[in-house]
């Protein structure tokens, strides 16, 4: 995936330098308190520079949290490429699937939406953030259409 990423900083390189894994957790740390652009360079570094040191499962949870970085900066075609990137890795992991279907919702593509719902809902029925997530996209579509565009049949 070919993606440009903002200029890092000198503590941000020498942190890239002593690892992926303290890297990950400043960019773990970066989406928790909303510094989308940062957690998403840390993250796409990260995938550079120690592509052969960590496994598929990894560069999926790194992919999607990627995706997660670039829906909230309302970048929803690039999260459902990373997030397809991330499934590509890993078909079970349930965080792609959920950025996923958050893109394709915002660019009001809701059939592929319910698909990666579906598909989500399946793999983990009791998430939270799920749930949360296919209880906002029914109160939207509420509020839009006047009816529920039922996401579940």
Known sequence: MDMAFLP??????????????????????????EDYNRAH??????LIIYEDDIDSHLK??????MAKCSNKLHYYDRAIMEAT???DKDSTCVIALKQRAESHYK??????????INDAFALAPSDIELLE??????????NRF????????
Do not use: C, P, W
Not at 41 to 46: A, E, S, V
Not at 60 to 65: F, H, K, N, P, R
Not at 146 to 153: K, Q, S
């Open 146 to 153: 006047g009816t529920y565009l039922y996401l579940m049949l």
């Open 85 to 87: 990137s991330a499934l």
């Open 41 to 46: 360079t840390l993250y796409g570094n990260i």
């Open 8 to 33: 890092l900083s000198e503590a941000d390189k020498a942190l890239l330098n002593q690892g992926y894994d303290k890297a990950l957790s400043e960019g773990h740390k970066g989406l928790f308190h």
């Open 133 to 142: 997530l296919l209880d906002r996209f029914k109160t939207e579509d509420l």
């Open 60 to 65: 999926s949870v790194i992919l999607a949290s």
């Open 107 to 116: 660019l009001n593509h809701y059939e592929q939406a319910k698909i990666d």
